[in-house]
């Protein structure tokens, strides 16, 4: 299962202009940032980027908003990040705020093939704008949708040639779920060891979610 394993430039063939990818990381911590590098390097625009955060300026995600990569964001909060508001406020680019755990419920709902589910998260608020309301035993709940995208990026701590991962400490965050919801899924291994190399009691996301593996720093 060794062909995982490509370049970083041709892992990153597979992202388009216009497409809808998913970002792993949590203001930067566990956000593959030399696959980002690269899209900025081709100029890969009119990007639609699901993430938790924009990061800041220089860092992550932050340097495909300044570069002006991005048409939309989807996010749980943009303050770490002067330069999306200054966007937005300009209108070059549409950015919608979603409850971090309703982000994080709706990305595993794609992963897990779930229609939607029930959140009172919301309502009564501008996130309930065009979306349905059912009420279950005099609460209200929003009726939330799964999010899917084109392509997943995130990054691993360890990871084997099969794209067994493993992540450490906070580096988690929102990369095992993003892994399961995309169509193409390319993770950016910190380090690449064999195949039984790792204690699968401590595998996080399996391999058989990973199209592609590359090797960060490259």
């Given at each position: 299962m060794s062909h995982k394993l490509v370049a970083l430039s041709s892992a990153v063939d597979h992202i388009k202009d216009g497409m809808t990818i998913m970002i792993g990381g949590f203001m930067g911590v566990g956000t593959p940032e030399a696959?980002?590098?690269?899209?900025?390097?081709?100029?890969?625009?009119?990007?639609?980027?699901i993430a938790n955060d924009n990061a800041?300026?220089?860092v992550g995600i932050g340097k495909l908003i300044t570069n002006r990569l991005v048409t939309?964001?989807?996010?749980?909060?943009i303050g770490l990040n002067p330069e999306t508001g200054q966007q937005m406020i300009a209108k070059e680019l549409e950015v919608e705020l979603i409850p971090q755990g309703t982000l994080a419920e709706r990305i595993r709902a794609a992963g897990a093939g779930i229609g939607g589910f029930l959140?009172?998260?919301?309502v009564g608020t501008e996130v309930a704008d065009g979306k349905q309301i059912i009420v279950l035993d005099e609460i209200a709940y929003l009726l939330e949708l799964p999010l899917k995208a084109d392509v997943a990026?995130?990054?691993g701590s360890v990871?084997?040639?099969?794209?067994?991962?493993?992540?450490?400490?906070?580096?988690?965050?929102f990369n095992p779920i993003m892994a399961t919801a995309a169509d193409i899924v390319i993770v950016e291994a910190e380090t690449l060891v064999e195949v039984g190399e790792m204690d699968a009691n401590h595998i996080v996301t399996p391999g058989l979610f990973i199209d592609y593996i590359v090797r960060?720093?490259?």
């Amino acid at each position: 299962m060794s062909h995982k394993l490509v370049a970083l430039s041709s892992a990153v063939d597979h992202i388009k202009d216009g497409m809808t990818i998913m970002i792993g990381g949590f203001m930067g911590v566990g956000t593959p940032e030399a696959i980002i590098d690269q899209i900025v390097a081709r100029g890969i625009k009119n990007l639609t980027v699901i993430a938790n955060d924009n990061a800041m300026p220089g860092v992550g995600i932050g340097k495909l908003i300044t570069n002006r990569l991005v048409t939309k964001t989807i996010a749980t909060h943009i303050g770490l990040n002067p330069e999306t508001g200054q966007q937005m406020i300009a209108k070059e680019l549409e950015v919608e705020l979603i409850p971090q755990g309703t982000l994080a419920e709706r990305i595993r709902a794609a992963g897990a093939g779930i229609g939607g589910f029930l959140t009172p998260t919301g309502v009564g608020t501008e996130v309930a704008d065009g979306k349905q309301i059912i009420v279950l035993d005099e609460i209200a709940y929003l009726l939330e949708l799964p999010l899917k995208a084109d392509v997943a990026i995130i990054r691993g701590s360890v990871v084997d040639m099969q794209g067994n991962i493993q992540y450490h400490g906070t580096t988690r965050n929102f990369n095992p779920i993003m892994a399961t919801a995309a169509d193409i899924v390319i993770v950016e291994a910190e380090t690449l060891v064999e195949v039984g190399e790792m204690d699968a009691n401590h595998i996080v996301t399996p391999g058989l979610f990973i199209d592609y593996i590359v090797r960060g720093g490259e």
